[in-house]
T-cell receptor, first 114, second 110 residues
Framework: DADVTQTPRNRITKTGKRIMLECSQT?????MYWYRQDPGLGLRLIYY???????NKGEISDGYSVSRQAQAKFSLSLESAIPNQTALYFC?????????????FGPGTRLTVT | GQNIDQPTEMTATEGAIVQINCTYQ??????LFWYQQHAGEAPTFLSY????GLEEKGRFSSFLSRSKGYSYLLLKELQMKDSASYLC???????????FGQGTTLQVKP
């Protein structure tokens, strides 16, 4: 079984709709991250969480919100989707000890907003 | 500020060697990562350098010069399956955050 899972894998929604992307992990990591990836722009950080009580904005948090329901679950919500939120979304996890902060990525959710 | 630069595209021949360069300017620099990403798939970890020098791992090697803000990924004995995007990422501070470059798309030709 995959260590980091994302649901749904693909989603088409309409402008103005609320949508939630979910991420679960079995790696036992404290830190979780949400990124979006757009062609030519690389991965950009939306939100990150160090534990259930510690959530932080990334570089492009406007229009998004998150919820850390448990150590293993981190959800990303688009309250009112707009077409420029069409992108590939990745969840990632990492340990919170040591110098190495290797991040482990989920398979991604391809979101299209029409 | 935070800035990562790497070439957008590269092409190389099967069996050859290719070097992908990355320059960075990152506050609170905490190591340099390389990830491989095949089209439509998740990035997967390749290497991590925190000290100056070369780290070798099979066909892949990664180099870091902290004083120059420079890293490269060296791929030897290229195979067709190496066609992918290669992402350079800088660790920032002690938050675990990574700052990613836009990625280098490598095409390996027969």
């Amino acid at each position: 079984d995959a260590d980091v899972t994302q649901t749904p894998r693909n989603r088409i929604t309409k402008t103005g709709k609320r949508i939630m992307l979910e991420c679960s992990q079995t790696k036992g990591h404290d830190r979780m991250y949400w990124y979006r990836q757009d062609p030519g722009l690389g991965l950009r950080l939306i939100y990150y969480s160090f534990d259930v009580k510690d959530i932080n904005k990334g570089e492009i948090s406007d229009g998004y919100s998150v919820s850390r329901q448990a150590q293993a679950k981190f959800s990303l919500s688009l309250e009112s989707a707009i077409p420029n939120q069409t992108a590939l979304y990745f969840c990632a996890t990492s340990e919170s000890r040591g110098l190495s902060y290797e991040q482990y990525f989920g398979p991604g959710t391809r979101l299209t907003v029409t | 500020g935070q800035n990562i630069d790497q070439p957008t595209e590269m092409t190389a021949t099967e069996g050859a060697i290719v070097q992908i360069n990355c320059t960075y300017q990152t506050s609170g620099f905490n190591g340099l990562f390389w990830y491989q990403q095949h089209a439509g798939e998740a990035p997967t970890f390749l290497s991590y350098n925190v000290l100056d020098g070369l780290e070798e791992k099979g066909r892949f090697s990664s180099f870091l010069s902290r004083s120059k803000g420079y890293s490269y990924l060296l791929l030897k004995e290229l195979q067709m399956k190496d066609s992918a995007s290669y992402l350079c990422a800088s660790g920032s501070g002690n938050t675990g955050k990574l700052i990613f470059g836009q990625g280098t798309t490598l095409q390996v030709k027969p």
